[in-house]
């Protein structure tokens, strides 16, 4: 079996170019059958479907369990051949075909696939296998999705759940982009990714064979939906979705299910700054939605302004007394312990690594600060102390690290920081003259130089297993451009100071606790961490 990816998400496919452009588009498009196989294929439709039909039809939507089983025995082989050498242990658990018959009636609207197992340990692929040449040219009700959506948020989605994208239809249908697939080609989707049909123009059948395949180990899943958009998620197996139609499905309590979880629908919101990015163009949060303080703002003011008054005074102390003041980026040797950090960068990648592999799930960074932030993409925070203290349970979920850090002098935050594929924090300022920011590279994709920190009007590429020090009151920003997760541990430590100077900064540094985003940060990610992990 391959090894995870840092991601926390079991790979897929086994050609590691085909998983990057999985990872990062949500679908690839493969070669599969040969001419023989296509006609057996198209045998077995006519023989098992006499009777023209009209719209778009599956079997799974048929209520003749029979023949929906003999379609899935007869496929069987041709999975068997194939399944294999694409995907990494899997298995095809149901198998239906797709008729599109001409006319109106044939549309799909935009949907995702439901939850199938559990997707924080591993993913759920669909095959979709065109027995005709399909595409936007033939008029015949193409494919379409769109790329990068299956990293947008993290649900729950059964026959019955409300969909999260409900707000932004008429933008996601004009982002998604037409396949052109020729017969015997395959479409593998991410379970996750948002994708749409149109209606088929050609005045002739259009046909393919779908596929639904798990990790051969995972578990099946099913998911009944609740009010106040809660879920039930219960044990499932391959007879359920053999016997059972769509519409069956969505009104079925299934009380003898084994329940694996209660949970929230929604586990990660959609940030609208991701969506923004994957649209290519501007967004509106959906009505009564939307990151921030929900404080009145005439107070939120003034507490920024009272917290923001020692700040101002540690600003003009440093200013006074450290010969680094005006560097955006003081030289590494300003604390003796970084060596030691550094030598110790692949235990600490490799702990945090094992915590993902075993499934835990970490909130973005907006959600943790519950305030818009600058970051264009994904941006995902553990945190492991904050301003205003050690946030216990993920110290203890991390020990080795969370034992290093505690012999820091001086750490006041500090947090494994996870920017996605082809994200950038845009150009910001830190408030806080009288810390220093430190980050060490734990995964740094490559070509060198891809991820990058600018600060001030100088540059800094990131590297495993080194340490970046800068000041985050100049104007900064931060790229990762390329296909995989940058990750880093991020820390805040108060700027070594001679004598009175360090003993004002440390006072006027506790002050800082009270500020907005800190007050209230340990209850806040309490509540993150039940609803992602629990």
């Given at each position: 079996?391959?090894?995870?990816?840092?991601?926390?998400?079991?790979?897929?496919?086994?050609?590691?170019d085909l998983e990057r452009t999985m990872a990062a588009q949500g679908y690839v498009v493969v070669p599969l059958l040969a001419?023989?196989?296509?006609?057996?294929?198209?045998?077995?439709?006519?023989?098992?479907?006499?009777?023209?039909?009209?719209?778009?039809?599956?079997?799974?939507?048929?209520?003749?369990?029979?023949?929906?089983?003999?379609?899935?025995?007869?496929?069987?082989?041709?999975?068997?051949?194939?399944?294999?050498?694409?995907?990494?242990?899997?298995?095809?658990?149901?198998?239906?075909?797709?008729?599109?018959?001409?006319?109106?009636?044939?549309?799909?609207?935009?949907?995702?696939?439901?939850?199938?197992?559990?997707?924080?340990?591993?993913?759920?692929?669909?095959?979709?296998?065109?027995?005709d040449d399909v595409g936007p040219a033939i008029g015949n009700g193409p494919l379409c999705v769109v790329p990068g959506s299956?990293?947008?948020?993290?649900?729950?989605?059964?026959?019955?759940?409300?969909?999260?994208?409900?707000?932004?239809?008429?933008?996601?249908?004009?982002?998604?982009?037409?396949?052109?697939?020729?017969?015997?080609?395959?479409?593998?989707?991410?379970?996750?990714?948002?994708?749409?049909?149109?209606?088929?123009?050609?005045?002739?059948?259009?046909?393919?064979?779908?596929?639904?395949?798990?990790?051969?180990?995972?578990?099946?899943?099913?998911?009944?939906?609740?009010?106040?958009?809660?879920?039930?998620?219960?044990?499932?197996?391959?007879?359920?979705?053999?016997?059972?139609?769509?519409?069956?499905?969505?009104?079925?309590?299934?009380?003898?299910?084994?329940?694996?979880?209660?949970?929230?629908?929604?586990?990660?919101?959609?940030?609208?700054?991701?969506?923004?990015?994957?649209?290519?163009?501007?967004?509106?949060?959906?009505?009564?939605?939307?990151?921030?303080?929900?404080?009145?703002?005439?107070?939120?003011?003034?507490?920024?302004?009272?917290?923001?008054?020692?700040?101002?005074?540690?600003?003009?102390?440093?200013?006074?007394?450290?010969?680094?003041?005006?560097?955006?980026?003081?030289?590494?040797?300003?604390?003796?312990?970084?060596?030691?950090?550094?030598?110790?960068?692949?235990?600490?990648?490799?702990?945090?690594?094992?915590?993902?592999?075993?499934?835990?799930?970490?909130?973005?960074?907006?959600?943790?600060?519950?305030?818009?932030?600058?970051?264009?993409?994904?941006?995902?925070?553990?945190?492991?102390?904050?301003?205003?203290?050690?946030?216990?349970?993920?110290?203890?979920?991390?020990?080795?690290?969370?034992?290093?850090?505690?012999?820091?002098?001086?750490?006041?935050?500090?947090?494994?920081?996870?920017?996605?594929?082809?994200?950038?924090?845009?150009?910001?300022?830190?408030?806080?003259?009288?810390?220093?920011?430190?980050?060490?590279?734990?995964?740094?994709?490559?070509?060198?130089?891809?991820?990058?920190?600018?600060?001030?009007?100088?540059?800094?590429?990131?590297?495993?297993?080194?340490?970046?020090?800068?000041?985050?009151?100049?104007?900064?920003?931060?790229?990762?451009?390329?296909?995989?997760?940058?990750?880093?541990?991020?820390?805040?430590?108060?700027?070594?100071?001679?004598?009175?100077?360090?003993?004002?900064?440390?006072?006027?540094?506790?002050?800082?606790?009270?500020?907005?985003?800190?007050?209230?940060?340990?209850?806040?990610?309490?509540?993150?961490?039940?609803?992602?992990?629990?």
């Amino acid at each position: 079996m391959q090894a995870p990816t840092v991601s926390g998400v079991r790979r897929a496919l086994r050609d590691p170019d085909l998983e990057r452009t999985m990872a990062a588009q949500g679908y690839v498009v493969v070669p599969l059958l040969a001419a023989d196989e296509i006609a057996r294929l198209r045998a077995l439709f006519e023989r098992t479907h006499p009777q023209p039909a009209e719209g778009f039809a599956t079997d799974f939507e048929r209520l003749d369990p029979a023949s929906r089983v003999l379609v899935e025995e007869e496929a069987a082989p041709l999975w068997a051949e194939h399944l294999p050498g694409l995907l990494d242990d899997y298995r095809i658990f149901m198998t239906s075909f797709l008729a599109k018959w001409p006319g109106q009636g044939s549309g799909l609207s935009l949907h995702q696939d439901w939850t199938y197992i559990d997707e924080r340990r591993g993913r759920s692929v669909a095959f979709w296998v065109a027995l005709d040449d399909v595409g936007p040219a033939i008029g015949n009700g193409p494919l379409c999705v769109v790329p990068g959506s299956h990293l947008l948020a993290d649900t729950y989605r059964g026959p019955a759940t409300e969909q999260w994208f409900s707000p932004w239809l008429d933008e996601l249908a004009r982002a998604a982009v037409p396949l052109t697939v020729p017969a015997g080609h395959a479409v593998l989707i991410d379970a996750r990714l948002i994708h749409w049909s149109p209606p088929n123009g050609s005045g002739r059948l259009r046909l393919a064979l779908a596929g639904a395949a798990v990790p051969r180990e995972a578990p099946l899943l099913f998911v009944v939906d609740e009010p106040d958009d809660q879920v039930r998620v219960v044990a499932a197996d391959d007879a359920l979705f053999a016997t059972s139609s769509p519409a069956e499905l969505a009104v079925a309590a299934l009380p003898d299910r084994t329940v694996v979880a209660h949970s929230r629908r929604v586990l990660r919101p959609v940030d609208v700054g991701e969506l923004a990015v994957a649209l290519g163009r501007p967004v509106a949060a959906p009505p009564g939605e939307g990151l921030g303080d929900t404080r009145p703002p005439a107070l939120v003011g003034a507490i920024e302004r009272v917290v923001g008054a020692p700040m101002r005074v540690a600003h003009t102390v440093v200013q006074q007394v450290d010969p680094t003041a005006g560097q955006p980026f003081p030289p590494t040797s300003t604390f003796e312990w970084i060596p030691a950090l550094e030598a110790s960068w692949q235990a600490i990648r490799d702990e945090y690594r094992n915590l993902l592999d075993a499934g835990l799930r970490v909130p973005s960074m907006e959600a943790v600060a519950d305030a818009a932030m600058p970051n264009e993409g994904r941006w995902l925070a553990f945190v492991l102390r904050t301003n205003a203290g050690w946030i216990d349970d993920n110290a203890e979920r991390l020990p080795v690290l969370a034992s290093m850090l505690r012999t820091i002098p001086g750490l006041r935050a500090a947090l494994v920081s996870s920017l996605g594929p082809w994200a950038r924090l845009a150009p910001h300022r830190g408030p806080n003259k009288g810390v220093l920011r430190v980050h060490l590279g734990l995964v740094v994709p490559g070509p060198p130089g891809r991820a990058i920190l600018r600060a001030g009007d100088q540059v800094a590429a990131y590297e495993e297993g080194r340490c970046l020090v800068f000041d985050d009151t100049f104007e900064h920003a931060v790229e990762n451009r390329a296909d995989s997760m940058r990750v880093t541990l991020m820390l805040e430590v108060d700027r070594p100071l001679p004598g009175h100077a360090a003993r004002a900064n440390r006072v006027l540094q506790h002050t800082f606790r009270w500020f907005p985003q800190v007050r209230g940060a340990a209850e806040r990610l309490a509540d993150l961490d039940r609803a992602l992990n629990h």
